[in-house]
């Protein structure tokens, strides 16, 4: 396992996306899952994070529909 990041270093490195649309995304299991340092401070393996990055669709806006049916 690599470095552990937390929620602000994660939404840097991919763009921004807010918590709401990370955690649904994780979810839906399209995202790294996190891993719990303690009972309330999660995070997660940034070579996770990375393999995510590469492996996205480069087409601008791309976004699974992840809305609640």
């Given at each position: 396992?690599?470095k552990?990041?937390?929620?602000?270093?994660?939404?840097?490195?991919?763009?921004?996306?807010?918590?709401?649309?990370?955690?649904?995304?994780?979810?839906?299991?399209?995202?790294?899952?996190?891993?719990?340092?303690?009972?309330?401070?999660?995070?997660?393996?940034?070579?996770?994070?990375?393999?995510?990055?590469?492996?996205?669709?480069?087409?601008?806006?791309?976004?699974?529909?992840?809305?609640?049916?």
């Amino acid at each position: 396992m690599s470095k552990l990041l937390r929620l602000e270093a994660v939404q840097a490195k991919i763009g921004g996306l807010c918590r709401t649309t990370i955690w649904k995304l994780e979810k839906a299991g399209l995202f790294p899952k996190r891993r719990a340092l303690t009972k309330k401070i999660v995070g997660w393996d940034e070579a996770e994070i990375d393999a995510w990055i590469q492996s996205r669709d480069k087409s601008p806006g791309f976004m699974p529909d992840i809305r609640r049916k």
